[in-house]
């Protein structure tokens, strides 16, 4: 499914609302600009994200971020672990 810009869902949301809520409307509108690849199940899924959480923009997943294990990160914590054998991980992080 193609990502659409704000302007392109608001141009859905305000034609849904002129049509009196007809998907098949919209679609059949927008067609001609957007393409085939622009379906009835996209023109829901605006719709219910705008209702629920009243934004047109998708939302976006935070990426966790990988650990990198160089050699001088594993020898700063051998040192660490050396110098004071007691302290705790989160201190010594």
Known sequence: MDKLTPEQCLQIVENF????????QIYRAFRPFYGVHNHKRLIRIIMERYRTTFTLNDNVHPVRCRIVHTEEAVAAVQESIEEDTNQSIGRRS
């Open 17 to 24: 609302y002129q049509n009196n809520g007809s998907v098949r």
